[in-house]
């Protein structure tokens, strides 16, 4: 059975009822397992099982509730361009509703009726002006309304289009039989106004709404603005321009200083200075040279070079990062729930209350009562739109989760942004995480008639032919200090204790205190710098020639320069801050001891990382598992939120909830403080959408009539409708200026 998944545009929905209209669609197509609808993005992602279910019949089970489902795949440019035509589109509907609307109003509205020209005081003529407005600008309300209604299905489109097709056909009624009103004891006054206005300001709304939401992407749009146009291919011997589509894998590609690396690979010719501030944050440029690998959209800032393509298209580092921010933007918070299961019942609760209110008005009105029924009932319909509570979650989440891609956090999903909220706890692993997971020499002491630099010389000129990682460290010290290496014979490794050999014909033994002993060589005048060494958390070589201790080698994994601050910071916060390592507790003490850690889990196996996080949550903590991403990947699963270091291109999707790629530790507290911040701006806008439903429908029935004579007339209500999605997009953009 196979199983994919899916992400289609889906276009004609404006509220929470379209989203729950739809996904229930989906969801009843035989084979499908999942949809996720969201409304901010205007995208449906589908999880269908391919044996049973095709797109073409997720399109036409969506076709049947009024809603269209795209099936072929549009390149970013091109939904970009359609954007604006349809935003093109509803401006010039927008102008002609509120243009002809506006007529229709002055001469009709009480007061301003005595300053208008006398024609639009001829009703034919307002009925002229509305019928454009109602069955062009209004048409989209039809399409969605008639097919839903069909389906016994209803949205905000169909509330609009009840509410102004009411108002229009009762004018009209009134226009053409004046006398049928006349003799039921009614003004026979239209209310064209009423239904042109509404649809006016309705469209006024989505227009601003539309616009306001193309700024909730501006991450996807930047990330996509990074990517290099054209790549310099060698082929045939011949350096050519082509377009960064048709790059393929083992290319031969040449970059010049300025500009951009168009797709990930390996150097294999030359070197350069690279700025890679676009994954890492980090503004100063990184020195490459020959095998190591530079990431497409990363700026070359000196050198030329040539390299070899290994990674392509949607397998790029930069391709990875888009598809994340993408699929995080589209899924949906826990909290999100509360409005898709309100919306559900909505609706039709709505209706219902409308057909009260006009009810009660006709049958307890006073003068009048059919009119004020009418009205009232109109006004009902119209305020009630859901927009605002389908909004309130998804852009926040889309703000959110672009404000962390931009500044390296990427987030796996909405579900992960929200529970980040709560964490109390975080659990760093240390190598590779707090410390910089490559040894690196720290001391070289003299002990003997050798300097230091003799020293390194000497102990490097061994290790050169082991494969120990601590070899490999004291090499490398020698190399940055290019030094020249003397050639080694009767070169020996004693396992568990070191090295022996001879250099420059003299005899030579290099490892830890057994390697000495068993040759009988004595360290007991230095053994207090030994013990000083190795309380630190370093593990200390010692070098003897001919027969004495001559000088001492401490190497170390070093902690990173940001791991004590953003400890700190942390900690300020109220987060308890752990550590687990498989290190003895000597060594793991000394680091945590360095970085402010109290709380310190030491000799822990990978196998038994994922108990140590398990055991923190039986405490009734929220837990955060900060590691590499893949050895630390059963941790990562168990935790509550698991955050990845991204190492070079490796980033660690899969293993974590949430992946810092700039690889900087004070991210962690950055990705908990952009949490709070969008659970509290989706939280407010929830209040918004919920509060102004609760306060202004029974205001729209006419509850405040009989205490203080105050009715809501339908062009306030819509103005008010539109006013309330504006103001929760509006606020979820606030969440651009969070300081990461």
């Known amino acids: 059975m196979a199983t994919t998944k899916k992400t289609f545009l889906l276009k004609g929905m404006h509220c929470a009822s379209c989203v729950r209209v739809t996904e229930r669609a989906l969801k009843k197509v035989p084979g499908v397992t999942e949809a996720v609808v969201n409304l901010a993005t205007e995208k449906a992602t589908v999880s269908y099982n391919t044996d049973s279910c095709t797109p073409q ?3 036409d089970s969506i076709a049947k509730t009024g809603y269209t489902l795209e099936l072929e795949e549009k390149s970013d440019t091109t939904q970009a361009t359609e954007k604006k035509q349809e935003l093109q589109i509803l401006k010039n509907k927008v102008m002609v509703s509120l243009g002809l609307g506006s007529l229709i109003l002055w001469g009709s509205f009480p007061g301003l009726i005595k300053i208008s020209p006398p024609i639009l005081h001829n009703s034919w003529i307002l009925l002229l ?22 389906h016994r299905t209803a949205n905000m489109d169909t509330l609009v289009a ?3 097709t009411v108002a229009y056909f009762y004018s009209a009624f009134v226009t053409i039989f004046p006398q049928v009103v006349m003799r039921i004891g009614l003004d026979p006054m239209p209310y064209f106004d009423v239904a042109t206005i509404v649809i006016g300001l309705i469209l006024l709304g989505r227009y601003f709404e539309a616009k306001a939401k193309l700024g909730t992407s501006d991450a996807i749009k930047k990330l996509l603005g990074l990517q290099a146009k054209t790549a310099r291919v060698i082929r045939n011997g011949k350096d050519i321009d082509i377009p960064i589509n048709q790059v393929e894998v083992g290319d031969i590609i040449r970059v010049r200083p300025g500009e951009k690396i168009p797709v990930d690979g390996i150097i294999l010719d030359g070197e350069s200075s690279i700025d890679e501030s676009m994954i890492t944050g980090e503004s100063m440029p990184v020195d490459k040279v020959q095998g190591d690998t530079v990431v497409g959209a990363t700026m070359n800032k ?9 990674k392509v298209g949607s397998a790029t580092m930069l391709a990875q990062i888009i598809q ?17 299961l309100i919306s559900s019942y909505f609706v039709p609760v709505v209706i219902m209350l409308a057909i009260v209110t006009f009810a009660v008005w006709y049958i307890f009105g006073v003068h009048q009562a059919f009119v004020f029924a009418l009205l009232n009932t109109v006004a009902v319909l119209i305020i009630a739109c859901p927009c605002a509570m389908g909004l309130a979650t998804p ?6 989760t672009g404000k962390g891609a ?6 796996k999903d909405a579900e992960s942004l929200e529970i980040a909220n709560k964490i109390n706890t975080v659990v760093f692993d240390k190598t590779g995480t707090l410390t910089n997971g490559k040894p690196e020499v720290t001391d070289i002491i003299a002990t003997g008639k050798l300097r230091k630099e003799g020293i390194l010389q000497l102990a490097a000129s061994l290790e050169k032919g082991s494969e120990h990682s601590l070899a490999d460290a004291i090499v490398k010290e020698a190399e940055k200090r290019k030094m020249k290496l003397g050639s080694v014979v009767k070169f020996h490794a004693v396992a568990g204790h070191g090295i022996e050999g001879v250099v420059e014909e003299k005899q030579l033994y290099f490892g830890n205190r057994k390697l000495l002993e068993r040759e009988r060589i004595s360290i007991t005048a230095f053994n207090t710098q030994i013990a000083q060494l190795e309380h630190e958390g370093k593990t200390v070589m010692m070098l003897a020639q001919e027969g004495k201790l001559v000088g001492l080698i401490a190497v170390a994994d070093t902690v990173k320069e940001s791991a004590k601050n953003a400890v700190q910071k942390l900690q300020n916060m109220g987060i308890e801050v752990a550590m687990i390592t498989g290190d003895n507790h000597r060594t793991a003490d000394a680091i945590a001891r360095k970085i402010g850690i109290t709380r310190v889990l030491a000799e822990v196996l990978p196998d038994q990382k994922e108990a140590e996080v398990r055991k923190i949550q039986k405490e009734g903590k929220k837990v955060a598992m900060i590691g590499d991403g893949i050895n630390d990947a059963p941790a990562l699963a168990a935790a509550d939120v698991g955050i990845a270091m991204g190492t070079g291109t490796d980033v660690a999707i899969e293993a974590a909830d949430i992946t810092l790629i700039n690889k900087d530790l004070h991210s962690v507290a950055d990705a908990v403080i952009l949490s709070k911040r969008t659970m509290r701006t989706i939280k407010t806008n929830l209040v918004w959408a919920f509060g102004y439903n609760i306060v202004l429908i029974p205001v729209a029935m006419g509850v405040l009539y009989p205490f203080f004579h105050v009715l809501l007339n339908p062009i306030f209500a819509s103005a008010a409708m539109a006013m309330s999605s504006i103001s929760v997009v509006s606020n979820s953009l606030l969440l651009k200026k969070v300081k990461l």
């Open 162 to 164: 009840l509410g102004t």
């Open 324 to 340: 994340l921010v993408q699929e995080a933007q589209g899924s949906k918070a826990p909290i999100q729930r509360i409005a898709d």
């Open 129 to 150: 002006l509305a019928t454009p407005v109602q069955f062009w600008a209004g048409l989209d309300f039809y399409r969605a309304t008639i097919p839903a209604l069909k």
């Open 406 to 411: 931009e500044h390296g956090i990427l987030i």
């Open 57 to 59: 019949q997720l399109a």
């Open 395 to 400: 852009t926040a989440i889309m703000v959110g």
């Open 302 to 310: 000196s050198g030329t070079f040539t390299y070899k393509a290994i």
